[in-house]
């Protein structure tokens, strides 16, 4: 296991926060059973399973780093579909100059996809049945998380695609979710009407968390190149708000799961979550 | 505590689940780059946090 963030934790001024977060203490966190009923599913690891170009990323210097975010932008090119007023369109493969996707979904327009597909950062969520889920939050004392989509479609995206949507956000890419299952609830409703779905979720062992203070002072004592690159990377999404790249430097930092504040929370990948299967309009 | 404000929706597609939560439940970063949560008098820590989202339970007598 290696990166900046399994030596080092938090750097930049987040020394106090990042005190105590490690993968293993958060294991500890949770208070009876554990998470054997899982044994034999595969569950991604902290750095996306050793994933090179994520140990890449979190290493090198940062120069380095901030061409690899200009590269990104230049070598994944996309193309708004002019039927979809709302800007979506598809991602292009830089080697076969074909559409990466084929599913025909519209995809936004946004560096952070473009860093998951340049880096692979593409692990899907665990996914089981209503019955094993809840049985493994009461043998783990897990918190039950939400997410609201529009549609069961949205969710199945969420759950199975081959290729992740990676969310858009206020305050860095990702897929943003809550412990209040009635906002949950009220997205659905605001978005999908009657069609709005909402899945309930829970960390895996694996998620490493830090939040929004460690993740932008990172980006403050980072050189002005990475920074600026930083930048651009969140203002190039759709909705961007106090979007500065915070996903991608949480990455950097070691971590996959971001707290803003304490029911709005965010993961960059799919790949920490454990997914009950069904899903509700309601909790 | 704040009450949640009805949100109006950002024009958008149906998966800025996170764009749509920071204007419903209000939060802000002020100049200094802290969370503004209208809704809590004070943030609770990342520890506290990490807590709440993985369920962990505080001991007896623990604050």
């Known amino acids: ?283 | 505590m704040a009450t949640k404000k009805k949100a109006k929706g950002i024009p958008g597609r149906d998966d800025d689940f996170g764009v749509w939560m920071q204007e419903y439940l209000g939060i802000t970063k002020n100049p200094d780059g802290s969370v503004n949560d209208p809704r809590v008098k004070k943030n609770k820590n990342n520890q506290q946090m990490n807590d709440i989202i993985r369920g962990v339970k505080k001991k007896k007598g623990e604050r």
Not at chain 1, 33 to 40: E, K
Not at chain 1, 44 to 55: L, M, T
Not at chain 1, 69 to 88: E, M, S, T
């Open chain 1, 1 to 283: 296991m290696g990166g900046r963030g399994a030596s080092s934790g938090a750097s930049g001024g987040g020394g106090s926060i990042a005190a105590g977060l490690n993968a293993n203490k958060n294991q500890a966190g949770y208070q009876k059973g554990s998470w054997n009923t899982l044994q034999g599913v595969h569950m991604p690891g902290w750095d996306d399973d050793a994933n090179p170009a994520i140990q890449k990323w979190q290493g090198q210097t940062e120069d380095k780093a901030a061409r690899f975010l200009a590269k990104n932008h230049n070598d994944y090119q996309f193309v708004p579909d002019p039927n979809d007023p709302k800007g979506g369109g598809t991602y292009i493969d830089p080697n076969t100059g074909q559409p990466i996707d084929t599913s025909g979904y519209n995809f936004y327009q946004g560096d952070f996809q473009r860093f998951s597909l340049a880096t692979g950062l593409n692990a899907k969520p665990v996914v089981v049945d209503e019955k094993t889920f809840d049985s493994i939050m009461q043998q783990t004392g897990g918190q039950v998380l939400y997410r609201g989509e529009a549609s069961q479609a949205q969710c199945d995206r969420f759950m199975y695609a081959d290729m992740a949507h990676t969310g858009v956000g206020s305050f860095g890419d990702g897929y943003y979710f809550s412990q209040d299952a009635s906002v949950a609830n009220q997205y659905a409703q605001n978005k999908g009407g009657s069609n709005g779905r909402v899945m309930k979720m829970a960390l895996l062992p694996s998620a490493r968390i830090t939040d929004l203070q460690a993740v932008d002072a990172g980006i403050n004592s980072s050189s002005s190149r990475l920074s600026g690159a930083l930048l651009k990377q969140g203002r190039s999404a759709v909705f961007r708000y106090q979007n500065e790249g915070q996903a991608q430097m949480a990455i950097r930092q070691g971590y996959n799961t971001v707290t803003v504040s304490y029911d709005y929370h965010y993961s960059v990948t799919r790949g920490v979550f454990l997914v009950c299967d069904k899903t509700r309009h309601k909790w």
